[in-house]
């Protein structure tokens, strides 16, 4: 491995089978609560206040959501690229516009025993305000309309002389798939990367990036 090397990944999606939101969308809110997410599609608010709108709706007890997010699945082979990561000094940062709420009681182990970096918004339950999301304001990290900077987590890196490659499924991950040397792509970032012309690696699993890690 010639390049110093460094891995950024969404969560919601990538690590993730499908976001966190639309989970909690399907099983425990109704079509009204979606009308923050609406206005957001319409321009009329940023992605991190649809969230908080969205994410204020749920009132279910607290050992109920825990329970559910439990039944998440996650890539079964983000702990061998994390392994793998750590042990060829390869900085490996997650950045998700949601929460550590969840993301934590997902993966908290592997993010611990591995050294992973998470950049993302602050997650506080209860049932009575639902999930408040709390971004880090003292983050280089810090954007206002999302929360974190997907873009600025690979700038940075990039600035530190790495090559970055950058793996993600959707909206928010647009930008850094565009600041990033190499990417991996999935639904709605595949899309978008093949229509701007952006050269990008489809793929289905972490495999499909630790494969091509291991290759570099």
């Known amino acids: ?12 999606g990538t690590v993730s089978e499908d976001d966190f939101f ?4 399907d099983h425990f809110l109704t079509p009204q609560d ?29 050992d109920e ?14 702990e061998e690229t994390a392994a793998y990561c750590r042990k060829e000094g390869i900085p490996f940062y997650i950045a998700s ?20 970096h998470l950049v993302t918004n602050h997650g506080i339950y209860s049932p009575e305000k639902g999930l408040e999301l709390f971004p880090p304001e003292q983050s280089p990290f810090y954007d206002k309309d999302v929360g974190i900077s997907k873009a600025g987590v690979v700038r940075f ?12 499924d959707g909206p928010p991950d647009v930008l850094a798939a565009e ?7 999935k639904k709605y970032l595949l899309e978008k990367c093949k229509e701007n012309k952006i050269n990008t690696h489809p ?9 091509y890690l291991k290759e570099v």
């Open 65 to 78: 959501l825990q329970k559910f997010i439990d039944t998440i699945y996650t890539d079964k082979h983000l």
């Open 34 to 62: 979606l009308e923050p997410w609406e206005r957001y599609m319409r321009g009329e608010i940023s992605h991190l206040a649809a969230m908080r709108g969205v994410f204020s709706k749920l009132h279910v007890r607290e």
């Open 203 to 211: 793929f289905t699993t972490f495999g499909d990036i630790l494969k």
């Open 157 to 168: 890196l990039k600035k530190e002389g790495y090559k970055v490659i950058f793996a993600g």
């Open 97 to 116: 516009a949601g929460s550590d709420y969840y993301i934590n009681r997902l993966i908290g182990k592997i993010i611990k025993k591995y050294d992973i």
């Open 179 to 185: 600041e990033a040397d190499v990417v991996f792509a």
């Open 22 to 25: 639309w989970y909690a969308v």
């Open 1 to 12: 491995m010639g390049n110093k090397w460094a891995l950024v990944s969404d969560f919601d």
